[in-house]
């Protein structure tokens, strides 16, 4: 089945090419002749017989690339394709110094943000990393889950790891 396939695609594909270059070409030619038609009589001031070929080798023109378009398709793409990678891969190469960078300023800004301890949701005081209540004002820095006993940031509505409910 799938060998059948594979021919019936190659049976189109090649008369998608014969075509196209035939179409094409005639498009090509009859466009040439209807143009040719009318600047010829241009100069000669008499009038285009053949012009209206350009009316029919314009549209043949385009069919006859569409169907090239078509029919070596997987080549363009291709093309495109091992074009295109090489320059992403070259940028993501130079751009991971960058994004290398940002990552270790972003590190570096959450460990100075947490180096002092526990910041109080109520005041903003600094408290030990390990308390349990602010020292300035008394209040909650964590939320012990009674489920699973996990410790969560005070104004969580539901346990980080179990999801159980914190009531009011």
Not at 20 to 28: F, K, M, P
Not at 127 to 136: P, S, V
């Amino acid at each position: 089945m799938n060998k059948d396939r594979n021919d019936r695609h190659r049976r189109i594909k090649r008369a998608l090419q014969i075509g196209g270059i035939a179409i094409t070409a005639a498009g090509v030619i009859l466009s040439a002749v209807g143009l040719g038609s009318f600047f010829f009589s241009m100069s000669g001031g008499g009038f285009p017989s053949l012009f209206f070929c350009c009316f029919i080798g314009f549209p043949a023109l385009a069919v006859g690339t569409a169907m090239l378009r078509f029919a070596y398709k997987r080549e363009i793409d291709t093309y495109s394709k091992n074009e295109s990678v090489p320059v992403f891969n070259e940028a993501a190469r130079e751009s991971q110094p960058g994004v290398r960078a940002i990552a270790e300023a972003a590190r570096d800004g959450l460990k100075e943000s947490t180096a002092g301890g526990i910041g109080c949701p109520a005041c903003g005081e600094k408290n030990e990393a390990d308390a349990k209540f602010c020292k300035n004002c008394g209040a909650a820095l964590q939320k012990t889950c009674p489920a699973c006993g996990t410790q969560n940031d005070p104004d969580a509505k539901f346990c980080d790891n179990c999801g159980h409910p914190f009531g009011g």
